[in-house]
């Protein structure tokens, strides 16, 4: 359902920009965690014994790096995920938005579907109370008493039964995530240990090797409860900076970790400059939050010569992005109102829409599309001021519940139309089952070939009817013409006779190829003549032809007989069956398309011979004049073979 109940943003609860205003994600899962996870397990443990030194900030800088930090602890425990697209819940019934409600339970993974299952739960909501409402007056028009009135209704129930599996799925999973953050949050103060406890125990040849694999340790765990992040990583940088102002200042490994650090701090405040001169508010404050937890998590203390300084610069740079955010804020709060007379032309223009013409679902499809676009721009204009919201929602609402009242009017007469095609396609199908045991071929083989033509000028039916009644349809017409085609070969028994005998004749050449026996170039022509001379064999057989086919290719390829020789002995089989079946169309088909080779061979010929004259003076042992002769040989050898097919199909006698 389409929405505006929207408070306007401040600068320290959005990342709305120009483009995004009212459109911006609110699709944030762990803002939905936040109101509806079960309770956290607490950890209990105390994240140091000992209190880390705090950066010293300006006052000025405060609250931006607040900010920064506060968002970075929120994105730590963030699950991600991959939206699923809303499509319009308002045209759907309440039997569909249950269906739909149950696809979306059992098809994807809970995270994704909340703004989808809060949208459909506010429509059914107000559909089922439009139904109840219209189940109460009917009850209190029949002279029922208020007191007594009750209604069930199947489709509740099945609706109350998803939603409670939603709840349980969406309880085991947030429950599984907070498990999960704890035990991460574990690991981290382990680790924080194991790093307290190098340095009260250092040992001076191991002790470097040993605090890299803590390093390499905590990158790997995965993220922690938001609410111990900060604290987590003051304490873990404190005990870092400890670490490394235990070492030797002579220490190599040392001083090029500083170096190494050193640069890649650097490297982000130069990010971070940029950033504050971006034009793109929203974009420049997630980035930065992107370099601050860069700086955090993965980049590791400098000397304490240079500390003050990067820290120092990466601060005025934060404090520039969250200074341009916070007025940025500050206009936009002021052009909300300019957004009121936008959104009234809006709606003027979808009420001014004239639905009074269509006729056709073309001319519908049209203004859907006219009214989706007004819609689009209707949410892209951006918010308006809280007190005016409400009503300027309950105005659009109304202009597109007046459109949507005359479009469902033409598709309920649609709804009609293919429930009159259901109609007529039961009586064909009646009329098709009548038929299918048919004895009278002739007369019964001309109504079901109309039926099938009736069938075809017919149009759309209901879509939960159409895959039921085309198989019912389909399975009386096939059961007919099987019979038919039954019919006209049990009556040709001279066909199934020639069938028994091509069947024995390629068990014979099958048991000679199996044997290992070669067979010469003569014996397979004696095949082909012996297979042909048989005769033909029933329609629903012509299997064995492929069989036949399949096995010529075989003697050939294991006997060295030559491919040209095999491929004219297969054509003039194939040419003489199409002549026993008086299958003439075949034959002059073949014949055109013969022709048709035997034009774009000599083309081909003629082209390679022209492109020689481009080459003429090259080498005998010229690479490319040795590839265009050889195309040139293929080709004529095929055209040797094509003109050979025409002439023999020059010889039927058809």
């Not at 209190?140 to 199947?154: A, H, R, T, W």
């Not at 981290?188 to 340790?217: C, P, S, W």
């Not at 918010?383 to 005016?388: D, F, L, M, S």
Request: glycine content about 2%; overall charge negative.
């Amino acid at each position: 359902m389409l929405d505006e109940n929207t408070i306007v943003p401040n600068e320290d609860e959005s990342t709305v920009t120009p483009q995004n205003s009212e459109n911006s994600d609110n699709n944030d899962v762990t803002s939905q965690k936040e109101e509806e996870k079960p309770v956290e397990n607490k950890v209990t443990e105390e994240v140091t014994k000992e209190t880390p030194p705090i950066k010293k900030e300006t006052p000025s800088s405060d609250k931006a790096i607040d900010e920064i930090e506060s968002k970075i602890a929120e994105s730590s425990e963030k699950i991600a995920h991959v939206a699923v697209e809303m499509i319009d819940y308002e045209s759907l019934s309440l039997e569909d938005l249950v269906a739909e409600l149950s696809k979306l339970v059992k098809e994807n993974p809970v995270q994704n579907i909340h703004n989808n299952v809060n949208n459909i739960k506010n429509i059914f909501n107000v559909k089922f109370g439009e139904l109840l409402k219209k189940e109460k007056e009917l009850f209190l028009e029949g002279g029922g008493n208020i007191v007594d009135f009750q209604y069930k209704n199947p489709i509740k129930s099945t609706y109350n039964s998803i939603l409670y599996d939603y709840k349980v799925k969406k309880n085991e999973f947030y429950a599984q995530q907070d498990k999960q953050l704890n035990e991460n949050l574990e690991g981290k103060l382990a680790l924080i240990e194991e790093l307290k406890h190098l340095i009260d125990n250092a040992e001076g040849g191991t002790m470097y090797k040993v605090f890299r694999g803590i390093q390499d340790r905590w990158r790997k765990i995965g993220p922690i409860p938001r609410a111990k992040y900060n604290n987590t990583w003051r304490t873990y940088e404190h005990h870092v900076e400890r670490f490394y102002d235990l070492l030797h200042l002579s220490n190599d490994l040392r001083d090029l970790d500083f170096k190494h650090n050193y640069e890649e701090k650097l490297a982000l405040v130069v990010k971070a400059e940029e950033l504050a001169e971006l034009e793109d508010i929203n974009l420049a404050f997630n980035e930065l939050q992107i370099l601050h937890k860069l700086w955090k998590e993965d980049i590791g203390p400098v000397g304490r010569e240079h500390r003050e300084e990067v820290w120092g610069r990466f601060s005025a740079a934060t404090k520039k992005v969250h200074d341009k955010r916070h007025n940025f804020f500050k206009d936009l709060k002021s052009k909300f109102e300019e957004n009121v007379d936008k959104k009234l032309e809006v709606i003027a223009n979808i009420e001014s829409i004239d639905t009074s013409n269509n006729k056709t679902r073309s001319d519908w499809q049209k203004s859907i599309k006219e009214i989706e676009n007004l819609r689009n721009k209707f949410f892209s204009i951006g918010q308006v001021p809280r007190a005016k919201s409400n009503e300027i929602w309950a105005k659009f609402k109304e202009a597109t519940k007046v459109f949507n009242i005359e479009k469902n009017k033409f598709f309920k007469e649609v709804k009609k139309e293919h429930l009159e095609n259901l109609n007529k396609k039961k009586i064909l199908i009646e009329r098709a089952v009548e038929l299918k045991d048919s004895e009278d071929w002739d007369i019964a083989t001309d109504i079901m070939k109309k039926i099938q033509a009736d069938w075809k000028n017919i149009g759309h039916v209901p879509r939960k009817y159409s895959d039921k009644l085309w198989k019912e349809f389909k399975d009386a017409c096939n059961h007919y013409f099987d019979r038919l085609h039954s019919e006209q070969d049990a009556g040709n028994k001279e066909e199934l006779e020639v069938f028994n005998k091509k069947k024995e004749l390629l068990a014979q050449i099958k048991n000679t190829v199996e044997s290992g026996e070669e067979i010469t170039l003569d014996t397979l022509k004696v095949y082909v003549n012996n297979w042909r001379d048989l005769g033909r064999v029933p329609y629903a057989m012509k299997h064995i032809e492929v069989k036949f086919s399949k096995l010529i290719d075989k003697i050939a390829k294991t006997n060295s007989i030559d491919v040209e020789e095999v491929e004219m002995i297969k054509f003039k089989n194939l040419m003489n069956s199409y002549l026993e079946q008086k299958n003439y169309h075949k034959l002059n088909g073949e014949q055109l398309f013969v022709r048709k080779k035997i034009d774009e061979s000599v083309r081909e010929i003629q082209q390679l011979e022209n492109n020689i004259g481009f080459i003429s003076n090259a080498s005998a042992d010229n690479p490319l004049l040795n590839n265009v002769m050889a195309n040139i040989k293929v080709y004529k050898e095929k055209l040797e073979v094509w003109k050979a097919k025409l002439e023999y199909l020059k010889k039927l006698d058809y």
